[in-house]
């Protein structure tokens, strides 16, 4: 059997997350008001081709590929990136939390629009107005306007992934992506569960984090979001 964490869109849309994938022969993907992500069995022709009965004309979905993509017939290619999959040591220790820090809130339907626009403004990866729904969502907030968040997204066996790590540029360098990431992580252990993450393989400053907080890369791949045309 695959590893949980190998073609792991496909995986979390065929266990855990089932509910939320809508499907098409060797196709699957998230419903369209969740998150663009997207996945095949394998990236063969019929794999392509159920894609794009999913994505429908005009319709855009993004991939995780373990090659870099190649241009096919009827795709347009809106963005690629290098990616790395990383996964959280569970023998390094968590901060604990310090009253002095920044209060910590729950996320949910009624912050939809918010995180909309900070996810708009930041792009840490494709974020939709039912996103939250996959997980636990925390942020900060500064003068009643959230500046910083992260979640829950991907779930597979034995695994949640840590997504949307995100802060308003006016309010970087204080630590809040480690404080928030802190809280979702250790939420996922209590589950008895391992924490990973994916990364674009050009953002250092963020990797570099990650590697403090007790994160290992495990895999390198790409990203690519495309349009079926």
Not at 6 to 24: D, G, K, M, S, Y
Not at 37 to 45: G, V
Not at 80 to 108: E, F, K, N, W, Y
Request: hydrophobic share 40%; glycine share 8%.
């Amino acid at each position: 059997m695959d590893h949980p964490l190998e073609n792991v869109i496909w995986q979390a849309l065929t266990t855990r997350q089932a509910p939320f994938a809508e499907t098409c022969g060797e196709a699957r993907r998230f419903l369209r008001e969740v998150t663009l992500l997207s996945a095949f069995r394998e990236p063969s022709d019929n794999g392509y081709a159920s894609l794009a009965e999913l994505a429908g004309p005009n319709g855009t979905t993004a991939l995780f590929l373990d090659d870099p993509y190649e241009a096919r017939s009827g795709w347009e290619v809106i963005a690629t990136a290098p990616l790395l999959q990383m996964v959280c040591d569970d023998r390094v220790a968590l901060p604990t939390h310090d009253d002095s820090l920044p209060r910590i809130i729950r996320l949910g339907p009624a912050d939809s629009a918010e995180m909309i626009e900070l996810t708009a403004l930041t792009k840490p990866g494709p974020f939709g107005k039912r996103t939250h729904e996959l997980g636990n969502y925390f942020g900060i907030r500064n003068g009643g306007r959230l500046i910083a968040m992260s979640g829950e997204r991907l779930k597979v066996p034995g695994f949640t992934e840590v997504s949307a790590v995100c802060t308003h540029p006016e309010h970087t360098g204080n630590g809040y992506a480690a404080l928030l990431m802190t809280e979702v992580i250790r939420r996922i252990r209590e589950r008895g569960e391992t924490a990973f993450l994916h990364v674009r393989g050009d953002n250092t400053r963020a990797i570099a984090l990650y590697e403090r907080m007790g994160f290992r890369i495990r895999k390198r791949g790409y990203y690519a979001v495309l349009r079926n045309v």
